[in-house]
């Protein structure tokens, strides 16, 4: 089952993803972010390894800031995300090694063009079935 | 919709009243056919929220083609003091200089009727498009501080046009007071990789047709005339200005505490104009400005390129002139008469286009009798207008009008409704050409998600802020 869904925003895209604890919500929303941007992945074994430290105020700018450091190993190293495994996680700072490979034309397509993860009415919050959090990507 | 009543003004203008902790009320533009459209989002809630800032001046704006970005409205203009005023970077928008220009040619569709289709394909193979494209343009680090300080007339002097083209862009195409050590060693990498491309998303090159003519002098002050060939590029920025935009609000976001500036979105941070935070990211977002305008200004070079050598023509048959090139994701220091003083004042422009009058300074010589060109571009099948800065827009919008149509359908809802459809070949029934990337992007982007532009044109043209100058049909269009 999947773990988001795009809700209606005019000019962007938005996505509403949920997870059991915040821990996997964290990993969730890492998983939309590449599908959101990449089509086509291969079964192939990954190639790259890195491993982020990110820190936040609190656990919406930890999301925050989290997404955009992921943003940027997309659109600064061609990085393309296959795993996320979280290390460390509390609410202020999260440690992740994330495996995958770089963005090659003939394996990935890339639909949509992330500019931006906006910080717009971004908030995670505890439900009752578990965490969730909207976020305002725009494209 | 939001919950905001909007109070109508008079044909074209509904004010957000003043409530809570706003400092100024809120002006939307909009007639009888816009004003609908406004109910389904929450572009009003905005409007609001901007005029919580500090220091803002008079009221809070929104344009015609107004709808719900993030933080500010897209089509939202504010003005602020200098001294008691802040900066946004969310004001401004990731894509820094945002922008359009329009070329005009010696050429009218008759002329290239028959090469249409290897003109666009041409166009296509050497304007570098799509997400993650690079450019031609390869920089070393010592040119790339030049592009950022110098912008167009870096890429002038690299051979990228000509001098002339220069006089018709905003600001010569170089805002003053870059400082490339502003800009993190993050955004100078991404930016290294992407100059002379045009990107993805909403971004194209459009050949058009001029089809009709509604104010002959000004059209012929920007030399446009019935039939004649032009051609439209919207790009801005590229990933440097994203990286920029988003640096410095994670910056703002995170001094917010120290600042005590309250404000209802996060991404409405912001930083004092007097503060060093502030000053250093008005010098980190000229020099994304900067790069804007070398982009559009290469692309342009490789335009005329194409069409010299596909159409096989002299430079001077097809004599591509710049009619004029605008930003719409800026902030800028200008002048106003506030009360009877003139002014100095910081005004964002997120998705809004400068619409100064005739006389003023800041325009080139041969526009300075009938005023600023406004290029407003519209969905694909439609085309563009060009319209004129008036007076009014000085006294009611600080020298602004809108920027384009206007999405009204969410990406997401236009892929539904183009699900079992081709766009590409809707639109090449209706005559326009049309080489994308991905036809994902088509989707998103076809004509019914828009707002009618001759609508958003209508109300700044009866509101007395930019006057109707010329209708432009496209016949091509390539896109990321």
Redesign the interface.
Known sequence: MSNYT?F???????VEITGRTAKTLFVNAAYALFDV?IEGKTGRAAKREKKIIVEG?DIS?LM??FL?ELL?LF??E?FVMESCEMIQFTHKTLQARLAGES?QSNRH?????I??V?????KVEKTQTGWSVRV?F?? | MSDIKLEKLDDNRWLVPQTGDMRVPGIIYANERIYPLLK??E?ARQVANVAHLPGIVKYSLAMPDV?????FP?GGVAAFEMDSGIISP?GVG??INCGCRLMSTSLTLQDIKTRLGDLTTALYQHIPS???STGSVKLSGKDQKKVLEEGAAWAVKAGFGLHEDLETTEDGGAIAGADPEQVSD?AL??GKQQLGTL???NHFLEVEVVQEIFDEEAAKAFGLYKGQIAVMIHTGSR?LG??I??DY??LM??HMQETKIVVP???L?CAYLESRRGKNYLAAMACGANYAWANRQILMHRTREVFEKTLRMSPREVNMRLVYDVCHNIAKIESFMIGGVMKKLCIHRKGATRAFPAGHEALPERYRKVGQPVLIPGDMGTGSYVLVGQEKAMEETFGSACHGAG???????AIKSSRGRSIARELSESGVLVMAG?K?TLNEEMPEAYKNVEDVVQVMHDAGIAKKVAKLKSVACIK?
Do not use: P
């Not at chain 1, 209606?8 to 938005?14: F, S």
């Not at chain 2, 999405?407 to 809802?413: E, G, K």
């Open positions: 795009f209606n925003h005019t000019a962007d895209i938005g941007m105020t700018d925050m800031n955009r940027y659109n600064g061609q963005l397509l890339v639909k949509t063009e500019k931006a906006t910080y717009s009415g971004l305002i725009d494209v | 389904g989002d572009s709808h719900w970005g993030y933080g897209i969310g990731y894509d799509g997400v993650g993050r990498e991404r990107g993805s998303g990933g994203y990286q935009c988003d609000l994670a976001v995170k979105d996060r991404q941070a999405r009204v359908m969410s990406r997401s809802q991905s994902g990321g």
